[in-house]
């Protein structure tokens, strides 16, 4: 099974990435899972491991990055 991960702090590109990719891989393939997370922080806490992880190289949201310790 290929697992991807879908990283986009905008919803609407994060499930059109995940449209595409499902209507791709449903032509070659049935064995995959597709997970999408709006930040890079979410992304780090998952225990998942992935083969493939679409990034979004630019996030607005000051979230992606880890809160500071205290």
Do not use: H, W
């Not at 702090?9 to 994060?14: G, R, S």
């Not at 499902?22 to 997970?35: G, K, L, P, T």
């Not at 998952?46 to 979004?56: A, H, K, P, R, V």
């Amino acid at each position: 099974m290929i697992k991807f991960a879908i990283c986009d702090d905008e919803p609407q590109m994060a499930q059109e990435i995940a449209d595409q990719l499902a209507s791709y891989m449903n032509e070659i393939s049935s064995d995959y899972s597709v997970e999408c997370f709006s930040s890079g922080y979410a992304l780090l806490k998952s225990s998942d491991e992935f083969g493939i992880i679409f990034l979004d190289i630019q996030m607005e949201d000051g979230n992606s990055r880890a809160p500071a310790a205290a």
